[in-house]
């Protein structure tokens, strides 16, 4: 995805047909991912899970596990639209997420979390989302009968959270 913008119309006729590269600093793709990032519902994507309601710790699990994951796919998204800058955006977020560094004594776990989940979804990128589905059915100790079918939910979840990120990264 290539982000381009007429910024001007063109003022001679060789000019026509062509547009300017805009260019979008770190705060402001940071700040885009933070709002939609504060904005998203991951309560929706747990309520998929069809956990009950006294299952309030794997409730949660799974609540802070999405945040994760869509802290990756946007990673993910990054590398796609900004292959020169991915690095060096998704470092200085990384430095200063909230939720990846408070409370202090849960930011290093989440950011081992962070790294598993980039790792899981390296291989196959945005065209397979079955190993992050699958660690997490394994978090969640979904490996009854229902395991399958909370694999395929999380994959689809996972899916559809990656298509918004993209959709809305800048």
Not at 29 to 56: C, G, M, P, W
Not at 105 to 122: E, F, H, P, V
Request: no cysteine; net charge positive; proline share 5%.
């Amino acid at each position: 995805m290539q982000h381009t913008e007429h910024t001007q119309p063109p003022s001679s006729p060789s000019q026509a047909g062509r547009t300017t590269l805009t260019q979008y600093n770190a705060e402001e793709v940071i700040a885009n991912f933070q709002a939609l990032y504060d904005s998203y519902d991951f309560t929706a994507d747990v309520e998929e899970l069809h956990f009950s309601l006294l299952q309030f710790k794997k409730r949660n699990l799974a609540l802070q596990e999405l945040r994760v994951v869509s802290i990756a796919l946007w990673y993910m998204a990054l590398k796609r639209s900004f292959p020169d800058k991915a690095e060096e955006f998704f470092a200085l977020y990384r430095a200063k997420a909230p939720f990846l560094n408070q409370p202090e004594k849960k930011a290093a776990q989440r950011q081992a979390r962070l790294n598993t989940y980039l790792d899981l979804l390296r291989p196959k990128a945005e065209t397979d989302f079955s190993p992050v589905a699958a660690y997490l059915a394994d978090i969640f100790a979904a490996k009854h009968q229902e395991g399958a079918k909370i694999q395929l939910k999380l994959s689809l979840v996972v899916r559809q959270m990656y298509n918004l990120i993209f959709e809305r990264l800048v």
